[in-house]
């Protein structure tokens, strides 16, 4: 059960430290349905399809859908590059507030992760960047959180503050210029902190079956809530998942 904490929650295992050992690896394989609401005016929730995969050999990582390669590590902490993709944007079609606005696209973005294990629980600390040139914005989060386990539950909840710099927030909550109405006037965002909590839960129906889900709340800065196109000050997400474990 530690190990499936130990991908969960992003804890960074020690890739410099007893690589060649006999320990085998434990990874996860699954499949299931995400979701994410919209702040804009109007917009329909996300609902995507989303495969779920976690697995560690202690040099590259798969968490969900974010990938990783250790480049140092300690014995209960570590660094590493990282990417995952980024599902915001929008399309002009998607709401009335948004008709006749350029188009936001989601992409994917890189970066740097450093965590690690403690008595009280784990700690994360990642930045990330925009890499498909899109926003050219940046992100830094520092996620806290801790692991349960209740008989064949497992709870691993965690909270966060992330910083979205100017760029990233303009691009998804401004209004140019060319894109003010007289009903939606011209915005420019400026950098924000949005504070977030969520939880995994984990069910086993057998040794190698299991139930994941995942639920999050983001309460959103408030240059994200000025903007025009903005009526929601949160945002909620979330994963149900079906998975098969399996050693390696």
């Not at 295992?13 to 085998?24: H, I, K, M, Q, R």
């Not at 784990?122 to 349960?148: M, V």
Request: hydrophobic residues 45%; aromatic residues 16%; charged residues 15%.
């Amino acid at each position: 059960m530690k190990r499936l904490y130990c991908l969960l929650a992003g804890c960074l295992l020690p890739f410099v430290v007893a690589v060649a050992d006999d320990e085998p690896r434990h990874a996860y394989l699954g499949g299931g349905a995400y979701f994410q609401t919209q702040p804009y005016a109007g917009a329909d929730a996300l609902v995507l399809p989303s495969p779920v995969l976690f697995a560690d050999n202690r040099l590259f990582y798969v968490r969900w859908t974010r990938v990783g390669m250790y480049v140092y590590g300690q014995q209960n902490w570590g660094i590493s590059i990282t990417a995952q993709p980024r599902p915001f944007g929008y399309k002009g079609t998607d709401a009335p507030i948004l008709a006749g606005m350029a188009e936001r696209k989601s992409g994917w973005e890189a970066g740097l992760a450093m965590g690690g294990e403690f008595d009280w629980g784990f700690a994360e600390l990642t930045w990330f960047r925009d890499i498909l040139d899109h926003s050219n914005g940046s992100l830094l989060r520092l996620e806290l959180g801790r692991f349960i386990e209740r008989g064949k539950w497992a709870f691993v909840p965690s909270v966060f503050a992330i910083r979205y710099d100017a760029a990233f927030n303009d691009y998804y909550y401004g209004v140019r210029p060319g894109e003010a109405t007289a009903w939606r006037p011209a915005y420019t965002a400026s950098a924000g902190v949005n504070f977030a909590a969520q939880t995994y839960v984990k069910y086993s129906f057998t040794p190698h079956w299991h139930f994941l889900g995942n639920l999050r709340g983001d309460l959103l800065a408030g240059t994200i809530q000025d903007s025009p196109l903005v009526d929601k000050g949160y945002m909620l997400s979330g994963l149900l998942s079906v998975m098969y474990s399996f050693d390696y």
